[in-house]
């Protein structure tokens, strides 16, 4: 008897209880469902197409196979940029994506595209230059290039062409992926594995070689 | 009051100078920025009438990353093209040739009213100079021996020198950069004209408001830019470089995490659904 009066007097709070889950799990599932659709490759390319980069040039679009066309002074790029800033954007033709470039690798960077590694070079200049972006937006078909498939990047000092040379997977804490390089390279890291949930131990690392700038 | 009065401009004084003792010292040690150079960068030659490259016991070759380009504006002579190679593009009397000059006539006018400047012995031979603004005794310049530049560890170092009338090199000099300096960050403004030495090392921007001449086999890092006049080059070899990279890449940086939490919230979210549903179908159990 008095179980039956405590379930009769419980009833509403599962009822409250169970609409309070579904509808929490809707919440979820719609803000990820936007903020996946807000990563989608129309967004970013629209995204890519609408600001102009915050990064000052130095001079004239910079030369690098060809030296008689125009170059910077002193260096590509009169000031480095802050986090966060638009440094300019890059496309993989082979998949089919236009990316906005920014400064930073911190998450509310990599949410908005594609982030360059400040630790590292900037695109074009000669060593290694390092950019990010999550495998399950801006990066998740990273897999599919293949050897000698350009990227291009597109800054306020010139266009740079890079052909892809190299694809690895290395762990998280590998120390031998972000390091000096004596000719201008690009390096794209993301996680993996690419389907994996949650944090992914590893990073799948795709080197190209400057081919052209101009 | 009217002692007041003459007292005043006295006390003004003694403060304007007081003031000036204060800001000097800040101003002498701040560090030169590079001068712009602008679109006469891309160029390794260029005059204002005449380019004559001559030919003895071998050809003039141009190199350079920064540009290899020939300019002649508002002239357009360019004689001895075939005693040349590396040349980039050539402006003769054209838009680009004109853009560059009016460049290099911002340069120049930059590099001559920079303050503060050091005097120095008009012989630059056998001295070891820091970053700064340098002007001679007498005004003109002229190295024989060797001339260090001395950067101190800082690659953006800016090295000016301006003379008020010449330069002269003598055959065989070589200007020695040690510490970090760069060919890119060496400035010079000559009011007159100037003459590199045969076989001589010279390094730098070499802006003349007349002409330059450069003997047999010089070796030079840098520019060749005369503003009115002509620039005459035998068997020499120019490399316009750009500057090196100051900012290196981090060795052994640690890789950016690059996960996100979207498809962890989906997931969650199905699951809280189904609990919810679950939790629902279940709650007639309690009436």
Known sequence: MNSGKHSKGTRPLI???????????????SWAA?????????????????????VE???????????????????????????GDKIGTLSIPALDRSLPLLEGTTNKVLDRGVGHYSGSVLPGEVDNCVVSGHRDTVFRRLNKLKIGDKVIVKTSAGTFTYAVSRKRIVHADDKTVIVPTDHAVLTLTTCYPFNYVGSAPDRYIVSADLVTGE | MNTLKKCRPLSLMVALMFTAMMLLPAVSLAA???????????????????????????????????????????????TGGE????????????????????????????????????????????????????????GALELTGELTLDAEGDPDAVFIFKSASSLVTASGSNIRLIN????????????????????????????????????????????????????????????????????PTTSGGELPKTATPFYDVLVLGVALMLVGAGVWSIRKRFE
């Open chain 1, 34 to 54: 936007f903020s996946i659709w807000s990563q989608s490759d129309e967004q970013l390319n629209k995204a890519a197409a609408a600001s102009a980069p915050t």
């Open chain 2, 83 to 138: 005693n040349a190679t590396g040349i980039g593009a050539l402006h003769l009397a054209d838009a680009v040739a004109l853009q560059a000059q009016k460049d290099l006539g911002t340069a120049y006018d930059d590099a001559a009213l920079r303050i503060p400047f050091t005097t120095i012995p008009v012989e630059l031979g056998g001295t070891t100079l820091k970053a700064g603004v340098y002007v001679t005794e007498t």
């Open chain 2, 32 to 78: 030169q920025p590079t001068v712009g150079m602008g679109t006469a960068r891309n160029f390794a030659i260029l005059a204002g009438q005449t380019v004559t490259v001559d030919v003895e016991a071998g050809i003039t070759t141009i190199s350079g990353t920064a540009g290899r380009d020939l300019g002649v504006s508002p002239g357009s002579a360019f």
């Open chain 1, 15 to 29: 009822t409250l209880l169970s609409l309070g889950l579904v509808v929490l799990g809707i919440g979820c599932v």
């Open chain 1, 57 to 83: 040039a130095t001079a004239a679009p910079a030369p690098v196979s060809a030296p008689a066309t125009p170059a910077p002074e002193p260096v590509f790029y009169a000031t480095r940029p802050k986090s």
């Open chain 2, 180 to 247: 970090g300096a760069q060919p890119c960050h060496v400035f010079w403004q000559v009011t007159s004209s100037a003459t590199l030495g045969a076989g001589s090392h010279f390094v730098g921007h070499l802006m003349a408001l007349t002409s330059i001449e450069v003997l047999a086999g010089a070796t030079i890092d840098g520019q060749l830019l005369a503003r009115n006049g002509s620039v005459t080059l035998i068997n020499d070899t120019i490399n316009n470089n750009r500057c090196e990279s100051t900012t």
